[in-house]
């Protein structure tokens, strides 16, 4: 789910001031930002960027804007940053696994690959090697997001490494993962939860705002992480993205069970968002407007309650306190703390909208799934984002979708996927239409990609999910059992 703490700026040297000046001046040309004292700018990492610790200057809207604006890089610098989760369990039982056997896990994967670890409060929560990181979600999911690549054979690689890290280490411990976009056999009850105060903090706010613990405990997303040049870049790739997600969602729908038998979606993962704080999650509707742009975000984001501050190793409870009040001194229990960079990057990452914007575009609405869709995720927004043809061709077929249209699609996709009725036929036939894009974007790109969307084209050409396959085999084969999709959907 990734729902904190994915950075495109790792070891970044931020000089607020000089950046202010810098895009203050840009932004009047709508077209460029300059990044002026910004280094090492990496995409799809799990590590807050480091700014300087020791502000001259209390912090502005101004300063905010420029978060964002920093992350404008040219053409030849952009990548592809990949995250993915999996499911573990135990081999005999099929029971989740337990935090020891987490624990054990990453420790081996650590000794025998040669990762660092990574400790809170003297117990390991992860592992950093490079660019790449592995982490673990609040119900011990495990993450790995990926270094920024240049070309989806190098993404290709990097998960097939590692898997193999993966799965030789979990072997020996008798537990397997799952390519699945939720939790198929086990109650609630028995999820393991990984112990981290701001998982805490988050979860009880979810708890509050509709969904529960089922977002954080249960589910498994794929996203990828995409560059921008431009505030104007942005926003036609952010435009196209968004009201292109419940295509993505279609296609990848990947988590039809619960509790041991059929939930009634496609993606329950993706429902699941739907009754989570409508203020901070689904398909922003302003994106759309006129005014949409750096600073129309950045008001957006004002006025969202903040989860937690950051400060001395742990984690302050913010209570519903806005960053619009923080950041005005408008505050009680936190009068003493003064807002910095680094709040500012961790308030965002407390924000689920279907694409989110920090200093690159996150897609956010695939549910996690087999080998070749992992790859296949960044293989559809590749070619459509990153090739300036495909991505005008997909602007013009969106143009005229209403508002109303884009919620109906988002609400409806996670039940009916491609069967969904959008004007005047099924949502298959846009699909279609969507991945010849992706597949002409990709040729143009001349890397021999297109081979990874393969699994995505044989879904629209057929119009079934890997949901809705799932489904026959265990209406089927499998004997109304979801025990053989732990064998059938392991790693």
């Known amino acids: 789910m990734a729902l904190v703490f994915s950075s495109c700026g790792l070891g970044a040297v931020m000089n607020l001031s000089a950046l202010k000046t810098n895009v ?61 989760e999996k499911i573990g369990f135990d081999v005999k039982t099929l029971r989740p696994i337990k935090y020891e056997q987490i624990t054990a896990l990453l420790n081996g994967i650590s000794e025998r690959f040669d990762w660092d670890k990574v400790m809170e409060t003297g117990t390991i929560i992860g592992l950093k090697q490079g660019m790449q990181n592995i982490s673990l979600e609040r119900g011990c999911q495990l993450e790995l997001s990926g270094a920024p690549l240049e ?34 056999k086990s109650n609630l009850e028995d999820a393991t939860i990984v112990r981290k105060r701001r998982y805490d903090i988050i979860q009880g706010y979810l708890d509050r705002s509709g969904s529960g613990p089922d977002l954080g405990l249960r589910t498994c997303t794929v996203q990828v992480n995409l560059d921008y040049s431009s505030e104007t870049d942005m926003i036609r790739k952010f435009r196209a993205s968004l009201a292109l997600q419940p295509i993505a969602t279609a296609l990848f729908a990947n988590s039809p069970f619960s509790n041991g038998k059929p939930n009634g979606f496609l993606s329950i993962r993706s429902h699941l968002w739907i009754d989570t704080d409508k203020n901070r999650t689904g398909m922003i509707p302003f994106v759309f407007h006129d005014s949409f742009g750096f600073e129309r975000y950045v008001e957006y984001a004002l006025d969202i309650p903040m989860c937690f501050l950051h400060r001395n190793k742990s984690y302050l409870n913010c209570r519903g306190m806005t960053f619009r009040d923080f950041l005005s001194g408008k505050t009680s229990h936190l009068s ?60 013009d077929m969106i143009a005229d979708w209403t508002t109303e249209e884009r919620e109906m699609l988002r609400t409806q996709v996670p039940v009916t996927g491609l069967k969904t009725m959008f004007r005047d036929g099924p949502l298959k036939h846009v699909a279609e239409d969507v991945l010849k894009q992706a597949k002409d974007g990709l040729e143009r790109r001349n890397y021999k990609e ?16 890997p949901a ?12 109304q059992s979801v025990d053989p999709l732990f064998h059938e959907m392991q790693y």
């Open 151 to 184: 070309t989806l054979h190098q993404t290709y690689d990097e998960l097939n490494s590692h898997l193999y890290q993966v799965k030789t280490v979990a072997e020996d411990l008798g537990i397997g993962f799952l390519g699945i976009g939720y939790e198929p």
């Open 24 to 84: 203050s001046s840009s932004r009047k040309k709508f077209l460029t930002c300059k990044r002026s004292k910004i280094v090492a700018s990496n995409q799809g990492t799990n590590t807050t960027a480091s700014y300087s610790a020791l502000a001259t200057e209390p912090l502005t809207k101004e300063d905010l804007i420029a978060y964002f604006s920093s992350g404008c890089k040219t053409k030849e610098m952009w990548r592809i940053g990949t995250e993915h």
């Open 336 to 395: 003493h703390e003064q807002p910095t960079i680094n709040d500012w990057e961790n308030h965002i990452g407390t924000i689920w909208p279907e694409v989110r914007l920090k200093r690159y575009l996150e897609m956010r609405g695939a549910d996690g799934g087999s080998r070749e869709i992992l790859c296949a995720l960044p293989a559809f927004w590749v070619g459509l984002l990153y090739d300036d043809e495909s991505l005008q061709t997909v602007l």
């Open 450 to 465: 297109t081979g990874f969307l393969d699994v995505v084209t044989e879904v629209a050409i057929t119009g079934v999910t």
């Open 468 to 479: 809705e396959k799932l489904l026959k085999l265990y209406n089927g084969d499998w004997g």
